[in-house]
């Protein structure tokens, strides 16, 4: 079974500065990946950002990065230097690469305050 | 520009009455799913088509079901919806399902928002 838990309901970061989202997970697979989503208000999900489990090295896309800590099951999005259009709920999510079975987590809302 | 598109972006419906939704993609992908999502909570994996293979999330009411005639759209229908069937219902698709990562990233529709009165 797989499990996914996003702690923080809800975020708040003033604009610029740096913020993490947390994400942690259960997993009994040995091969998955694990992706951050954002959804702004009213509008449709997007990929941030993607790491496989396999690969050691965090996953950077501009401003947004990870912290992959296998062994701590942990997946914690870094966002640099906020821009008011980072508002929007993140949700994190496991995937399986043998069976495609994925997760979600129960999304972080982020406030970027100007 | 390849994209996922959903219609109607909202829909009306009354205690009871069949509706459908519709999913509609550019983007040639092999994997289709349906989610209901409501408010402020994560998107709830119904079910999804890999090709013409239905898959059913066990948790997935009977009321629920889907079609996929072609490749590029995909149905959901609500047989009798319940005011609990109120949400948005997003639709995605994937190039794969399992398998490398580059297959599992999913592109949304900007989703269908359901109400039942």
């Known amino acids: 079974a797989q499990t996914v838990t996003q702690s923080q309901p809800e975020m708040s970061v003033q604009e610029a500065e740096t913020v993490t989202l947390s994400c942690t997970y259960d997993t009994s697979e040995s091969d998955y990946y694990l992706f951050w989503y954002k959804q702004p208000p009213s509008r449709q999900m997007i990929l941030v950002i993607r790491q496989e489990a396999y690969k050691q090295q965090n996953a950077t896309e501009n401003r947004f990065s990870v912290n992959f800590q296998k062994a701590a099951k942990s997946f914690s999005l870094k966002i640099s230097d906020s821009q008011l259009g980072d508002a929007a709920m993140y949700f994190c999510?496991?995937?399986?690469?043998?069976?495609?079975?994925?997760?979600f987590g129960q999304g972080t809302t982020l406030q970027v305050k100007p | 520009d390849a994209m996922v598109i959903q219609n109607p972006r909202y829909q009306v419906t009354q205690f009871g009455k069949p509706v459908t939704l519709s999913c509609s993609q550019t983007?040639?992908?092999?994997?289709m799913y349906w989610y209901q999502q409501k408010s402020s909570q994560a998107p709830k994996l119904l079910f999804h088509?890999?090709?013409?293979?239905?898959?059913n999330e066990a948790d997935t009411p009977d009321n629920f079901q889907s079609r996929r005639p072609n490749t590029s759209f995909c149905f959901l229908d609500i047989r009798s919806p319940g005011l609990g069937d109120a949400a948005m219902y997003l639709c995605?698709?994937?190039?794969?399902?399992?398998?490398?990562?580059?297959?599992?990233?999913?592109?949304f529709g900007p989703g269908t928002r359901l109400t039942v009165l």
């Open positions: 983007l040639n992908h092999n994997v």
């Open positions: 995605a698709t994937s190039r794969g399902f399992g398998g490398p990562i580059k297959y599992n990233e999913q592109f």
């Open positions: 088509y890999y090709d013409k293979d239905f898959n």
């Open positions: 999510y496991i995937g399986s690469s043998n069976t495609g079975k994925l997760i």
